[in-house]
Every structure is written in C-alpha cells, then in structure tokens.
C-alpha cells in the first residue's frame, strides 16, 4: 500500500482558501486518492476522491498533478466549522483490488476567526 | 438503518474484563472494518470483513482481541482480559462493494469510547 505523507497541523482564518497537501511517492497505476475528514468524537467523513487532473464537489476541490506522486486537497473559504482533521489515503479501492484504507496521523486544521 | 451504528458509545471497564462492541452496518454493504483510534491519534487499522470470505485479521494487535460478523450483518468486537493500553475509540466503517469495480466510500459509525481502569 502506498504511504502518505502530511503536515502534522496547519492554522488558518475564516474566508480563506486553505490547501492540505499530501505526497504519495510511490502510487501504483491503480490506485486513486481519497480524503476523508474527522470531527472530534466522530468517525470520519470521505469529502472527495480522484484519479488524476482535478475533481470537485460541493465540499472540496482535489488536483492532482500528472506524476500524481502529490495531491492537494483545497477548501474554499474555511469556517470555523471546518476545524477538523484531514486525512489522505491512497489505494486501488475498487471491489477487485486492495480493500484496507490504511490512515497515517492526518492534518489538523485549525481555523481562526 | 440510516447510518453505521455502534453500541454502546461509552463503555468503562475494569482492567482483566472482557468488553463486546457491537456494529451495525448499513443496509446491503458487504464490507466491515474495525478501528481503534486512540487519544490524539489517526486510525489504527483491526479487522475487515468481505462478504462471505475469511476475514483479514491482520491488524489485531494480540490474540486477546477478536471479531466475528454475523449473517453477513452485525458484527462484534471482543476484548478479553482488557488492558489499559486497550483505552481508546474502537470505530467501525461499512461499505458498499459494489462489483462494477468502482470506486465507494466508507461510511463510519460515531464509534465505541472504551476506558479500562
């Protein structure tokens, strides 16, 4: 499986865009790109998931370069609300590949007002 | 139901008992994953159950930690003889396996707070 790799924490204030990177040196063909976002004393939440290039949502948009050795996860004008942690995982999580999402420690975003 | 559900959410228990977290999955998902997160800490990987096949119990951390899935359905997580080391959120997440082969997210119950004293 993969590993990634992120900021432990990261600070920011409420309105601006806040981008959470994540390296993945060594991805295989087959896996995607999955974040997923934690309250305290909640189960984590998937925000969003992409292959390759740029996906978005109503929550989140994720780029991802060519080598796709890196994402970065990018939420528009933060709230106070969106304090959490963020975690990136990757693999071939389709039903005939590899099935464990393996989390690492994740980003800890704080949001200021 | 609506979501993953885990019961109980709070469980305190004396150090050398054994404690059963149960998991309610969603309706018709087929994987079950168990979890342990302790305080300040990402998720550690448990168990995961698939269906009909043998379960991958590769991340139980001791032989006093079991699981087992009922009818494909609710599963049980079992902790004999409790440590305090053992103190942590015990979180379960279910998911679709959807045979297309694309890509499902897991969904993640509110998890089970064990404190061994």
């Known amino acids: 499986l993969a590993k990634t790799t992120q900021s432990i924490s990261m600070d920011s204030y409420e309105g601006q865009e806040v981008n959470i990177t994540c390296s993945h040196n060594n991805i295989a063909t087959n896996d995607y790109i999955t974040w997923y976002q934690q309250f305290p004393s909640q189960g984590p939440r998937f925000i969003i998931q992409?292959?390759?290039t740029k996906v978005t949502n109503e929550v989140a948009s994720l780029f991802i370069p060519a080598d796709r050795k890196s994402s970065t996860l990018s939420l528009p004008r933060v709230s106070l609300s969106d304090t959490a942690v963020y975690y990136c995982?990757?693999?071939?999580?389709?039903?005939?590949?590899?099935?464990?999402?393996?989390f690492g420690t994740g980003t800890r975003l704080k949001v200021l007002a | 139901g609506a979501g993953v559900s885990q019961s109980p959410s709070n469980k305190v228990t004396e150090k050398g008992k054994d404690v059963e977290l149960r998991c309610d999955p969603i309706?018709?998902?087929?994987?079950l994953y168990w979890y342990r997160q302790s305080l300040g800490q990402g998720l550690e990987f448990l168990i995961y159950?698939?269906?009909?096949?043998?379960?991958?119990k590769s991340g139980l951390p001791s032989d006093r930690f079991s699981a087992e899935r009922t009818g494909g359905s609710v599963s049980t997580l079992t902790i004999q003889r409790t440590q305090q080391e053992d103190s942590a959120v015990y979180l379960c997440a279910s998911r679709l396996r959807d045979g297309t082969g694309l890509n499902t997210e897991a969904f993640f119950g509110q998890g089970t707070r064990l404190t061994v004293v």
């Open positions: 159950f698939q269906g009909n096949s043998a379960p991958d």
């Open positions: 309706s018709g998902h087929t994987a």
């Open positions: 995982l990757v693999g071939d999580f389709r039903s005939s590949g590899t099935y464990k999402y393996i």
């Open positions: 992409g292959y390759k």
